[in-house]
């Protein structure tokens, strides 16, 4: 091996590390590595922004702000609701649910597809006594499922196209992904159908946990009128730091703030709410001033105050710290109540725990606070316990009829992907539909710069000749079993990396390799193309290897090995129907 080749395997190495280990966000370590490799001469600056250059980014980022339309106006309400049914025949209301859903994601990001729907499927679940974890991570597979029917069905489709273009292939057409997609689509859909009334257990979510575990971590106290707590401001009340337990609202009259400020002032009559440890909680029974109120419900409080699930994600600023070292009151504008992982209430002191991926907070705050927080990095998802129905607004049929027109157009090569995607995200703002804000905090920014970044590591694997070196590998381990047995060793390689890292790294990375391996047997380079698209696409078996897995961990109160439990099954029917399906579409 040649320097280059060794300094671009260190690289990437420590970079798959650093993404593994969660050591640091995904966009820093992607980023860094990139900078990196230009640095070290491995590749020019051409190289190192191509992906800033490249189409599929900025048609990423255009698909974003048309589904933050879809979501903002309900355009897909009457569908989608007309799919949660009535019953409590579990394998029928699935299918009711997945099949639309499925088809939908080959049109939409299916990340937003995921936070508009997951809080309705969840409030329909418990409507029902019903388990969510029987829906949710459904719910998630079916859109992964539905998004590599089309070429705009994932970010992953738009980013391998645009690579075949640059490898000197002609661009994936509008349909043309769905040969494999499709066959994929529907078995893997039926298979989910089938298997989770038995595969998947009753896990209990944090929605239903917070009921039951109330009286364990809040309790309401009174400030005694005329007392010495009487007319104080809270800091002064020695309210503001407790050990173990934070006052989380005050309430007086119809009057309810929350979260609360030092500067409060407290009034005789005035109902606090804490929230911590139990053990912690009794000790507020002794202070004087304070005494128990009458009643200890949280359907006491002022309807200005609303319950939310929140998401810890990769991108969160939150992520290896603790709530008292963010400053989350004062940061957020909320209180945390409860945390839950892996299935799990944690119980300890809140403040001190530090957070990690998946973590589901619940989090009381104003009705504000979903709007204000939906789009930002610090959460991959935000739900209001209580979540009303999906509602249709005066603007849902031009957004409906902007998406009918893109899609028709552009699956007919009347319209490129690119231009088309970008009219129909200014049409949105020009039309008011959304606002310049709106439409800028609905593109992930995170992602976008991943997979921008990815494009120069993707051109050290080539330009350095490792690419070559791995193929020749690959080629060497499976030519035995023929052209076909090496197109499975790409497949498998990729499967094992996109659940490593994230899906448009691993097609990134992985593209070249499969490209040079093609070369390499004397193989259809097309047909490896096609295979690591979807490839890239087949996360299943764990909570992190795609961003709509990790928004339904915490939701559904699952535990990491439930994902292998579905995912397994799903994993084997992808990888056996693109063994089948792709050399008779794209003959090796």
């Known amino acids: 091996m040649n320097s280059d080749e060794w300094v671009t395997l260190i690289v990437v190495g420590l970079v798959l590390y650093a993404l593994v280990r969660d050591s640091t966000s995904p966009v820093v370590a992607v980023f860094g590595g990139n900078v990196v490799l230009l640095v070290l001469g491995v590749i020019d600056v051409n190289e190192s922004l191509s992906g800033f250059s490249n189409s599929g980014p900025i048609t990423v980022a255009a698909l974003y702000v048309l589904a933050a339309g879809v ?40 990340t937003p597809l995921v936070a ?21 991570m459904p719910l998630s597979f079916a859109t992964i499922l ?39 689509a529907v078995l893997g859909t039926a298979t989910i159908v089938l298997l989770t009334p038995w595969v998947l257990p009753d896990r209990r979510s944090p929605r239903s946990g917070l009921v039951l575990e109330e009286k364990r971590f809040t309790l309401e106290m ?30 007086l009259g119809d009057t309810t703030v929350a979260p609360v400020g030092p500067q409060t002032i407290l009034q005789g009559g005035s109902r606090l709410r804490f929230a911590g440890r139990a053990d912690d909680i009794l000790d507020l029974r002794s202070k004087r001033g304070l005494r128990t109120a009458a009643h200890e419900h949280v359907q006491d409080l002022s309807h200005n105050v609303r319950y939310f699930e929140v998401v810890i ?42 957070l990690r991926v998946g973590d589901t907070l619940i989090v009381m705050s104003n009705a504000s606070f979903r709007s204000q927080w939906r789009d930002r990095p610090d959460f991959l998802l935000v739900s209001e ?82 690419a070559d070196r791995i193929a020749s590998g690959l080629v060497a381990t499976f ?50 193309a096609i295979a690591v698209t979807i490839a890239a696409s087949a996360s299943f078996l764990t909570p992190i290897g795609y961003q709509t897995n990790t928004m339904v961990y915490g939701p559904g109160g699952y535990r990491f090995g439930d994902y292998i439990r579905l995912g397994f099954p799903l994993t084997i029917i992808v990888i056996v129907t693109c063994v089948i399906v792709i050399p008779i579409m794209w003959p090796l």
Request: glycine share 12%; proline share 5%; hydrophobic share 50%.
């Open 116 to 136: 508009m729907l997951a809080p309705q499927v969840t409030a329909w679940t418990e409507r029902r006594g019903l388990s969510p974890s029987k829906f949710l």
């Open 313 to 354: 994600g990769e991108a969160s600023p939150l992520l290896g710290r603790t709530l008292k070292e963010t400053g989350f009151r004062a940061r957020y504008q909320a209180a945390v109540i409860a945390i839950h992982r892996a299935g799990h209430l944690v119980d300890a002191k809140l403040g001190g725990v530090q």
């Open 479 to 528: 030519q035995g079993l023929g052209p076909t047995g090496i197109l499975l060793g790409i497949i498998i390689a990729t499967v094992a990396l996109t659940e490593l890292i994230t899906n448009n790294a691993a097609a990134l990375l992985m593209f070249p390799i499969g490209i040079a391996t093609a070369e390499a047997a004397g193989c259809n380079p097309r047909a490896f």
């Open 385 to 466: 316990m209580d979540a009303t129905p999906l509602t249709t607004s005066t603007n849902a049929r031009v957004v409906g009829a902007l998406l009918v027109g893109f899609v028709v157009l552009a699956s007919l090569g009347l319209v490129p992907v690119l231009q088309g995607s970008l009219v129909a995200a200014l049409l949105l703002i020009a039309l008011r539909i959304l606002s310049p804000d709106e439409a800028r905090r609905s593109i992930d920014l995170d992602v976008i710069g991943i997979i921008a970044a990815a494009f120069g590591l993707a051109a050290a694997i080539e330009s350095s000749g490792l």
């Open 146 to 184: 539905g998004g590599v029917t089309t070429v705009i069905g994932t970010s992953t489709n738009l980013i391998v196209s645009g690579q075949m273009r640059a490898a000197g292939l002609e661009e994936m057409r509008f349909f043309e992904i769905g040969w494999v997609g499709v066959p994929v």
């Open 222 to 251: 009174e400030v005694e009128p005329g007392g010495p707590l009487d007319g104080q401001s809270v800091e002064r009340a020695g309210l503001r730091h407790l050990a173990g337990v934070f006052l989380a609202s005050v309430q």
């Open 71 to 110: 979501d903002k106006t309900g355009a897909l309400s009457p569908l989608m609701q007309s799919t949660l049914g009535e019953g409590r025949h579990i394998r029928r209301l699935l299918a009711r649910l997945l099949a639309p859903v499925a088809l939908v994601s080959g049109f939409l990001n299916n």
